[in-house]
Nanobody, 123 residues
């Protein structure tokens, strides 16, 4: 029901845009987020959007470099990643939660997950 795409290999300082297409239900009223997981590390929250209000928030490591946005007509959420660094290398996952409340940075708050897309940033 969530399909992530747009990953790839990019040099440090470059940009990528990830997409998360939702199908099968309307996720527009749910908080949606991007997480990432690098080898040997825990899953890390990256960004969140609540499309019904336009509220967004970002993890400290990406704030000012990444932008999350949504297109309700396409039922798609995007993650624009600029000024990429080698430490941004990870598998990126999109997620949606029926009710995250204030715990929107916690992976356990989300009910639906995409399959992940690999982002590799070379130095």
């Amino acid at each position: 029901q969530l399909q992530a795409s747009g990953g790839g290999l990019v040099q440090a300082g470059g940009s990528l845009r990830l997409s998360c297409a939702a199908s099968g239900r309307t996720f527009s009223s749910m908080p949606m987020a991007w997480f990432r997981q690098a080898p040997g590390k825990e899953r890390e929250w990256v960004a969140m959007i609540l499309r019904s209000t336009g509220i967004t928030d970002y993890g400290d490591s990406v704030r000012g470099r990444f932008t999350i946005s949504g297109d309700n007509a396409k039922n798609t959420v995007y993650l624009q990643m600029d000024s990429l660094k080698p430490e941004d290398t990870a598998v990126y996952y999109c997620a949606a939660g029926r009710r995250t409340g204030i715990y929107y940075s916690a992976a356990r708050s989300y009910d639906y997950w995409g399959q992940g897309t690999q982002v590799t940033v070379s130095s």
